[in-house]
């Protein structure tokens, strides 16, 4: 089992930065993946950045180049730093969590709302 707590949600303006983060409630070391998935109103929810194997990473080729995921292994917390925000960017994100490899992503958090808005 993992809990997963983000925060760092907020309003922006669009060119704008934030900054959110996941706390998990065991060791990073101990999870195969965890990364970060949005969902806008009245689409499915996306992929937005990953850790998968290591610390290799997978982002939405709309992020790339703007959202920089990232860890620290002593506060078994990761981050997603967003940069160059554009309204489009605007969803609740969760941080998801899975412990075994090759099943889906099946621990989530409450989620976290970005708007980007003027």
């Known amino acids: 089992q993992v809990q997963l707590v983000e925060s760092g949600g907020a309003l922006v303006q669009p060119g704008g930065s934030l900054r959110l983060s996941c706390a998990a409630s065991?060791?990073?070391?101990?999870?195969?993946?965890m990364g970060w998935y949005r969902q806008a109103p009245g689409k499915q929810r996306e992929l937005v950045a990953v850790?998968?194997?290591?610390?290799?990473?997978d982002y939405a080729d709309s992020v790339k180049g703007r959202f920089t995921i990232s860890r620290d292994n002593a506060k078994n917390t990761i981050y997603l730093q967003m940069n160059s925000l554009k309204p489009e960017d605007t969803a609740v994100y969760y941080c998801t969590a899975k412990i075994v490899a090759d099943k889906p992503y099946n621990y989530w958090g409450q989620g976290t709302q970005v708007t980007v808005s003027s």
């Open positions: 850790f998968t194997k290591g610390s290799s990473t």
């Open positions: 065991r060791s990073i070391f101990s999870i195969a993946a």
